[in-house]
């Protein structure tokens, strides 16, 4: 009987000091800062026009839309608050910075290869917030390619996804003016044949009327 009554005081004992230690560590949890984990899956995009799935490169074509996406989350217990997202387009980086300091934020970059010539440009209206279970929590600014755009505070263990769009713009090619073609000038005439045999048969119709001429007025002058 004693070695059970011992027994079950040091139970007991082991009982009282693991609830001890569980009511003085979980305060310490609560108040851990926050922390954005990093990784390749931060920060990927696709293309919506080629329907592919989201990855860290994607290939574009001129007119081709492009959803970007970055997944911030939180992995600490503490909750992080005024965070501010901002992308660049031209170099495919995003950072991710709460009010606690960069050290509690995230990065990621992608590559997009657009077709020769074009240039990415931001779509206005399509910047949203996400929970991890794809609801749409609020529309955001559209500053995020511009300074950036705060998305508010996260809890501690909670994702949250900030989407975007962008278009590849390219020239317009200048069409090749088409060369004017040079009039065909008109054909030549004929002209009427001037052969030594038309010039005698002239001169002879000549004299023969100059002759009938000349007799006609004779005797005209002799009667």
Sequence with gaps: MKSLSKLAALASGIIMTLAIAAFNFSPVLADSPGQLTGGSQVYQVKNLTQKTSYANTA???CGDELQ???MLHNAAYGGLTNIQVSANLANGTLIATPAEGASAGTSGSVTVN?????SLAYENGTTTLYDSDGNVIKTLPDTITQGGVNIGGIN??????VNFKAKVNCPTPTPTPTPTPTP???????????????VVGLFAGVSAIAGAGHYFVTR????
């Design 184 to 198: 065909t000038p008109p054909a030549a005439k004929a002209l009427p044949n001037t052969g030594p045999g038309s």
């Design 68 to 70: 970007y996406s970055a």
């Design 220 to 223: 005209r002058a002799r009667q």
């Design 114 to 118: 657009v077709a020769s010539g074009g």
């Design 59 to 61: 290939s574009a074509a």
């Design 156 to 161: 501690g263990s909670t994702t949250e996804f």
